[in-house]
């Protein structure tokens, strides 16, 4: 099965609610979809969202990486050769991550669909269901209530507050989500790099000291403030997770070497795809050291992927945060991964499972 050609196509879904960090604000899911096609007729899907402040990757960048450099060396190769179209991938170009995990995605799903096997088995196997968190925009107070008493309701049991846009604040919206939902509800903070090392330490000591009980913080401090990272970890009992810091193995292996941080957050977007998310995944469970799969504001494309390795690394990958096409008014993908509340399935079909994909514009 040799690779022919690569064809690129848009998908918009729009948001129930704008999804706001504290470094930017979107209304729809953006995915530039990556259609790679072969002698054989098969063809495989990857995607990428546009996140440029968070990677610097932009469509239009995803697409001349692929268009410029990439494709001319990957024509004619055969999927059965995984390891040297990765080997092209990866040291073709430097950063360019999401052009990377695109086409590593669309190379995985053809490479199950070679072998007829879902991705997860060909990656090691495993219980092809995963729990996710739900993400709460930040917001003012009492919609951010609103939104996580909605989510409580809607089935989810771990919240994913975004704050850090102002410590004070962030302080008091993340007593009023603690004090409208059970105790039961696991909070885990996504600061998006909003405070200060300091600010930190001070805020997760306040919440320990007045009995609020976080699952961990993610990415408090800027991402090239390491320094700060493991001055945090010197001085709270809170689990603190690396997010816009570990984009590669290498970072990954200095950050926990260095006691930075307790979790590593993977995402396929940051890794460059799945052959560096599996290298971060085992580094960690070497280490002892426990990762999320994450997922930019994407959808089911990039996350049936994600979804794949998590099952199959379930030994490192211990927490699940692949809400992206759950926050879309609908998912314009059939196949793949399915949502019931916050249960994912994975289906059985090679691949990443992906049937039909509706509303595609090509470009
Ligand atoms: C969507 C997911 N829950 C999430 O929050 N991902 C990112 C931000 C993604 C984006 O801005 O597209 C994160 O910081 O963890
Ligand atoms: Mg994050």
Redesign the pocket.
Known sequence: MKITNIRFAKLIVPLITP?K?S??T?ENIEDLVVIVETDAGEVGYGAS?A?P??TGDTHGAIIAAIDTVLLPKLKGMDIENLNGIIHVIQSSIINNTSAKAALELAIYDLWGKLYKAPLYQLLGGGDNKLQT???ISVDNIDKMISDSVQAVADGFNIL?I?IGTDIKEDIERVKAIHSAVDNDILLRL?V?QGWSAKQTVYAANYFESIGIHLELI??PVRADDIAGLKYISDRVHTPIMA??SAFSPKQVIELITSHCVDII?I?LMKTGGISNAIKIADIAKIYQVECMI?????GSIGVSGAAHLAVAKSDAITKI????PA?GQYDPISGGVTFDKSVIQLNNAPGLGINRINGLVDL
């Open positions: 999804f960090t470094m930017r979107v969202p996140t402040v968070i968190d739900i993400t994913k975004k996504d998006n993610e990415q997010d816009e957050n995402k994450g997922c930019m504001l994407e945060d692949l809400d992206g926050l």
